[in-house]
């Protein structure tokens, strides 16, 4: 329920003067709108807390951007095919003002116009991006989401532009990245002495937290003598650089014969995990616990191989 209100909300807060252009919401706008369409009965830190969760789970989905700030936007429309030869079905994701017009000019059959899949009676590619070009929808293969991830790396120099200065101790708890091999992720995260981080033989890559989970964490890169804030994808990028160049690849369970990936306790770049929520849905109650149709398998393999992960 919350995310199609949320979805919703950001479809429909537009620009006054351009209708075409989305306009963006905080954090704590969405909160007091949508309390307006929610029983009132609701704990307000519980309200809280779901919003807060839904509204990562939908940037991971693709169906809506997020910025510094705490700043929502609603994401352009997009269609998303299995192939350029699987058309059959094809998912729509972000701006649902677009979506009545892509069923009408995709001809779907018989489908009632909020439905996201949707089945064209169009039955090749290029004639159904050539329908969608024109209105502003992209159509987007699988293959087209795995050229555009980012590929692991350090934090590029215009990133490093501002130089900071580490927190002391008093506001969280400070961990070194040290890629060993076979060991989980998080295990991966050493605890450090701020006092001590000038000593450390390895000190590029460090994580500032309060409780361990990676959306409340600070990231900084040292670089010479200087630090600097990184961006959560920047850093995690940087952290699967490491692995690879250490070759101490991490080890994600797949379970290839029932169709399941275990992303629990893994943190992957966004744009990695949007593109595999594309192609999965949510097994057992747990989002983090992926279920892979038949179809889609073939296409995960590759994204992990960008990363430098093994699948076992």
């Not at 029983?39 to 839904?54: A, D, G, H, K, M």
């Not at 937290?209 to 990184?230: A, C, I, P, S």
């Not at 290839?256 to 275990?262: P, R, Y």
């Amino acid at each position: 329920m919350l995310s199609n209100l949320i979805i919703t909300l950001l479809s429909n807060h537009r620009d006054p003067i351009n209708q075409n252009r989305p306009n963006t919401l905080n954090r704590a706008q969405i909160i007091r709108l949508l309390r307006e369409s929610i029983s009132p009965n609701r704990e307000l830190f519980v309200l809280q807390e779901e919003i807060c969760q839904t509204l990562q789970e939908l940037e991971v989905q693709g169906e809506i951007l997020a910025s510094k700030g705490n700043y929502y936007c609603i994401a352009p429309p997009t269609l998303l095919a299995n192939s350029r030869e699987d058309v059959t079905g094809v998912k729509f994701r972000g701006d649902r003002a677009y979506l009545s017009l892509a069923h009408e000019c995709l001809n779907s059959r018989n489908q009632n116009r909020d439905e996201v899949k949707i089945h064209p009676r169009i039955r090749t590619f290029d004639r159904i991006q050539a329908k969608l070009d024109p209105i502003g929808i992209r159509l987007l293969t699988a293959e087209d989401l795995i050229q555009r991830l980012p590929s692991p790396q350090k934090p590029p120099k215009y990133v490093l532009r501002c130089p900071t200065t580490l927190p002391d101790s008093s506001d969280g708890e400070l961990f070194g990245y040290e890629p060993l091999p076979h060991t989980p992720q998080e295990n991966r995260w050493q605890p450090v002495i701020v006092s001590q981080v000038s000593t450390l033989a390895d000190r590029s890559l460090l994580k500032l937290t309060k409780n361990r989970h990676y959306q409340n964490d600070r990231y900084f890169w040292y670089e010479g003598d200087e630090v600097y804030d990184l961006d959560r994808d920047v850093a995690v990028l940087a952290m699967f650089d490491k692995d690879r160049e250490t070759n101490s690849p991490l080890r994600v369970s797949w379970h290839t014969s029932e169709g399941k990936l275990d992303l629990r306790d893994i943190y992957l770049p966004l744009g990695y995990m949007s593109y595999l929520w594309q192609l999965s849905g949510e097994a057992e109650q747990n989002s983090r616990i992926r279920s892979v149709p038949a179809a889609s398998r073939s296409l995960i393999e590759p994204a992990f191989q960008k990363l430098g992960c093994l699948l076992v």
